[in-house]
């Protein structure tokens, strides 16, 4: 029986069908999944040192959501720190948040999984970055970084480890402040006998601080019980506070008082001759000697001065 060579319209319908999905599915494949292939994309640039297995196709990130894939990685060497150009492809829709000073840097998921690409947003108040420009790129502390300084964080820590195990065989001997406050028996009872001096004083601080709160407390009442007689005019005191007559009667003496002063500073009077007349000073104090002599000489020979005759 001879086959036909035509071909039904609608087998082939099928199988032009069938290959586009198949066409659709490797695009996707290719595309790196998480966003859609029909969704509209910019791309940017970044250039890396290292890429440590960044491949075509690896999700791009922006706050952790994936916006993005990884559409070509090929070394270039413009120089020691760009030797790998990365071409990243992003969704238009977070575009707004990639403003100038946005960073990339490179990130794995888990502790040895796929690397991606991740997008450290920039500041808003910028410009939003063109569309094929470049990225600066953040190198960070990554994997690598850290596995390369494990053989000295490594040595760090054994050498670390040696050093508290020679500190605590000291210690254990007895050696240094350490060790005798732990092996000294003596230390040990000194300690406890001045935490008990110390216990003591704190004791009789308090209640002296007691006896003396008491005391203030009484003289801050004596002291409210004077301001009150004070203001109810009580008192010598409280009637010069409160006293308005007392207040100009004292006032009236003092001025009385200063021109009295003021006559004798000026030598005015008897008291101010006296006080300011240097001569007349003198003469009362001549007076005052010869008086002096005249009585001592009485009283050593009052027959000279008095004659007694009863015939």
């Known amino acids: 029986m001879k086959r036909s060579g035509k071909i039904k319209w609608g087998n082939l319908r099928v199988g032009i069908i069938v290959a586009s999905a198949i066409a659709v599915m490797l695009y996707s494949s290719f595309r790196g999944g998480g966003t859609s ?29 994936e916006v993005g894939n990884v559409r070509s990685v090929k070394f270039v ?65 990554g994997l690598d970084a850290v596995t390369s300084r494990a053989p000295a964080m490594a040595s760090s820590i054994d050498s670390l480890l040696s050093n508290m195990k020679e500190i605590t065989g000291m210690i254990a001997r ?26 003591e004083i704190m004791t009789t601080i308090k209640k002296n601080q007691q006896e003396i709160m008491s005391r203030l407390e009484s003289t801050l009442e004596g002291t409210d019980k004077i301001a009150a007689r004070l203001n109810s005019g009580d008192g010598t005191i409280g009637k010069l ?15 009385n008082l200063d021109s009295i002063l003021a006559k004798l500073d000026r030598g005015e009077g008897s008291a101010g001759a006296l006080l300011n007349d240097a001569e007349l000073y003198e003469e009362i104090r001549n007076l005052v000697v010869r008086i002096n002599n005249l009585i001592a000489d009485i009283e050593e020979n009052p027959g000279k001065y008095f004659k007694f005759s009863i015939f």
């Open 37 to 65: 292939i029909f969704e509209g994309k910019n791309t940017a640039i970044a250039y890396f040192k290292n890429v440590n297995g960044l491949v075509k196709g690896a999700p791009v990130w922006l706050a952790g959501v």
């Open 77 to 141: 060497n413009i120089s020691e720190t760009k030797r790998i150009k990365a071409v990243l492809s992003i969704k238009r829709s977070v575009w707004e948040f990639i403003t100038m000073d946005t960073k990339v840097r490179l990130g794995t998921i888990g502790f040895l999984g796929d690397k991606y690409v991740e997008i450290l947003p920039g500041s808003k108040d910028l410009p939003v970055m063109e569309p094929g420009n470049e990225f600066p790129v953040d190198e960070g502390v």
């Open 174 to 199: 007895g050696e240094g402040t350490a060790g005798k406050i732990i092996s000294d028996t003596n230390l040990y009872a000194n300690l406890v006998s001045a935490l008990d001096d110390a216990t």
């Open 241 to 255: 506070l409160t006293e308005e007559e007392l207040y100009n009667n004292l006032n009236r003496s003092s001025g």
